[in-house]
Every structure is written in C-alpha cells, then in structure tokens.
C-alpha cells in the first residue's frame, strides 16, 4: 500500500528480457532501504524487489503488468517515480494507492508553468465512472486532484515542487502514463451496481 508522495525519482540501468516478462535494475538512493521480497512502487506499479544492492534494485514484470502498464515502455536512462510502501504509523498525506495499475492514459497537453504546471490525460472512457471534480486520481504512482473532469480527459494541476520533484518534468505530449483511480470510489461505484441488480 502507497501514499501517492513519490521518495525518489530513479533511473532504468538495464533491462533483461525473461521470456514473457522482464527484469528491470535500477539506481536509486532508496535502494539502501529496499530487502529482498519488499514492495516498491515504480511509476505507480507495485513492484517485488529480487535483488537490492547499496545503490541498485532490479524487480521482475510478467506478462499480465507489461499488458495493462507502461512498464513496457521503459528504455535504459528513463527516468521514473520511486515511493516505498507506506508503514502503518504513517501519515496518509496523498490518497490510499494500491499500485494496481486499472489502464494506460496518454497526455494531450503539457503545460510548464511558472509557477503552476498543467498536465490534460486523455484516458479510456469505460473508467470514466471511477473518476469525480476534486477527486483522487494515481498518475505514474503520483496522488493528484482531478480539477477538470470530461468524458475522455481529465486535467490537473502541479505545484512547483510536484512537477520538479518526480518524472512529470520529462513528460511531453503524447507519452503514456500509468493511471490508477481511487479505490474507495472503485469499491462505492462495485457496491452501487451490486444493488441495482437486487
């Protein structure tokens, strides 16, 4: 379980193919708080970490999280979001993010402000009932708030520290991200639907 809060932004050091999946290393200084069999969020994807040196981590994906994430995507030297699971003493300072990745968005428009940044996501309308104004949404393990809501896009908006502090400040138009919506609405939304079939 994560917060949204990224800790670290680290950067892909090598990619090996394993079969129908892959093994990703990476540097990062978190590395020298990540054990064996630990999860880390990476970009939002809750990931096992296989092997763990002072400086490098490497955690396998197979072929179910390489379909629904970016995870695929991924080039040597690409940077990404690093946050570790939250303990339970402490603060929720983002939303509750599970680092179940629900589908891939795309960013129509990319907006570096001085000194708010914007960024327009484009995602699959079939989610689009999990989705609220002023709501939760996960975007590359980032907790944001949905601040502009239509059918097929959403907007939000980044603070100085959000857009220079993750990956967000490499993000051009048209890359891919990885979008997880807020599991209590999730669950609301699976509640609703389960009583109207009563």
């Known amino acids: 379980m994560f917060t949204g809060i990224i800790a670290d932004i680290g950067v892909v050091e090598k990619i090996s193919s394993l079969g129908n999946g892959l093994e990703l290393r990476f540097s990062s200084r978190l590395s020298t708080d990540l054990v064996l ?3 880390v969020a990476v ?12 400086t490098h981590f490497s955690v396998h994906y197979l072929e179910e999280t390489l379909t629904k994430t970016t ?30 990745v629900d589908c891939e968005g795309a960013l129509d428009h990319v907006l ?16 689009s009932h999990y989705l609220i104004e002023k709501g939760s949404v996960a975007i590359n393990g980032v907790s944001l708030t949905v601040v502009d809501l239509k059918a ?13 502090n993750t990956s967000f400040s490499s993000l051009q138009a048209g890359d891919h991200v990885n979008l997880e919506f807020d599991v209590m609405g999730k ?9 109207r079939e009563k």
């Open 71 to 100: 995870m695929d995507r991924l080039r040597e030297r690409d940077c990404v979001n690093l946050e570790l699971a939250m303990q339970v003493s402490s603060r929720l300072d983002g939303h509750v993010v599970t680092g179940h």
């Open 37 to 39: 069999g630990q999860s």
């Open 112 to 127: 570096s402000g001085d000194p708010f940044s914007e960024i327009t996501v484009r995602y699959p309308e079939s989610f």
């Open 43 to 54: 970009n939002g994807v809750c990931s096992t970490v296989v092997d763990a040196t002072t």
């Open 187 to 195: 669950y609301l939304y699976r509640f609703y639907e389960k009583g």
């Open 152 to 164: 097929d896009t959403f907007r939000v908006c980044l603070i100085p520290h959000t857009f220079h």
